[in-house]
């Protein structure tokens, strides 16, 4: 099925359609709820149990996390003040996105990220 979505020769709303029926799974719907089950079980035995997982995950979610920190920085600034003037339209999804580009031209090797009083002006 996922293969057939991801080339296109069914759409992925006929698929549910497959699945489920007035709110309730079809028996396939389940079989497929039941398989995934399975998965799920045995991520959570593995992570109870080995010492090596568990330390894979930890350093996967302090990367997210730390990764989310600096969004964090360049979109809200320190403690949510934004060092930049406010523009009308400034809050659109392409107005961040030219903020993170902003902010990523302004690092400097001895510091992460300046105030946008000072990425304002051009380093020589």
């Known amino acids: 099925m996922v293969v057939s979505i991801y080339t296109g020769r ?3 709303y006929d698929v549910m359609r497959m699945l489920q ?3 309730n799974l079809t028996p396939l ?19 109870a149990v080995e010492e090596p997982y568990r ?10 996390e730390s990764r989310h920190a600096l969004a964090g920085k360049i979109l809200h600034g320190r403690k949510g003040e934004v060092y930049h003037r406010y523009y009308k339209g400034m809050r659109t999804s392409s107005a961040r996105s030219g903020w993170c580009s ?10 992460s990220i300046r105030p946008w009083s000072v990425c304002g002006r051009r380093a020589g």
Not at 29 to 47: E, Q, V
Not at 56 to 64: A, E
Request: hydrophobic share 35%.
């Open 10 to 12: 069914i759409r992925a």
């Open 21 to 23: 029926r007035d709110g």
């Open 29 to 47: 719907g389940d079989a497929i709820a039941a398989y995934g089950r399975i998965f799920k079980t045995l991520h959570i035995l593995t992570y």
């Open 55 to 64: 330390r894979d995950i930890k350093g996967i979610r302090n990367l997210q």
């Open 102 to 111: 902003t902010a990523s031209r302004c690092e400097t090797p001895s510091t």
